[in-house]
């Protein structure tokens, strides 16, 4: 199983960013992926969620600006990021869960990791 994590880098407050994570080594339909975040000298974070059947769920802080969508073909989920805010910052991870009994629920733990993506918001 891998998960692969990208699209971050440095943006202004009130940029977007969009990040991707593709994953390979499983039923990808049958997983629910989520977005985690860790800035520095914080507790991790859920961002955001997506389940096998395409239901999603976001944290308070985030779920006005982001949006989260899953390609199955691509076997790819993406995490678009609008109106990103300094407090945004963090390394952004992707993880996945195999869950295909709950189509329309998000997990509340996960299994497989990615490695995370840097996302630094600054002027």
């Known amino acids: 199983v891998q998960l692969q994590a990208s699209g971050g880098g440095l943006v202004e407050p009130g940029g977007s960013l969009r990040l991707s994570c593709a994953t390979s080594?499983?039923?990808?339909?049958?997983?629910?992926i989520a977005w985690f975040r860790q800035a520095p000298g914080k507790e991790r974070e859920w961002v955001y969620c997506?389940?096998?059947?395409?239901?999603?769920d976001g944290g308070n802080s985030v779920k006005d600006r982001f949006t989260i969508s899953r390609d199955n073909a691509q076997h790819t989920v993406h995490l678009q990021m609008n109106g990103l805010e300094p407090d945004d910052t963090a390394v952004y991870y992707c993880?996945?869960?195999?869950?295909?009994?709950?189509?329309?629920?998000?997990?509340?733990?996960?299994?497989?990791w990615g490695q995370g993506t840097l996302v630094t918001v600054s002027s």
């Open positions: 993880a996945a869960k195999h869950y295909y009994r709950y189509p329309k629920t998000c997990p509340r733990s996960y299994d497989y």
């Open positions: 997506i389940s096998v059947g395409g239901s999603t």
């Open positions: 080594g499983f039923i990808f339909d049958d997983y629910a």
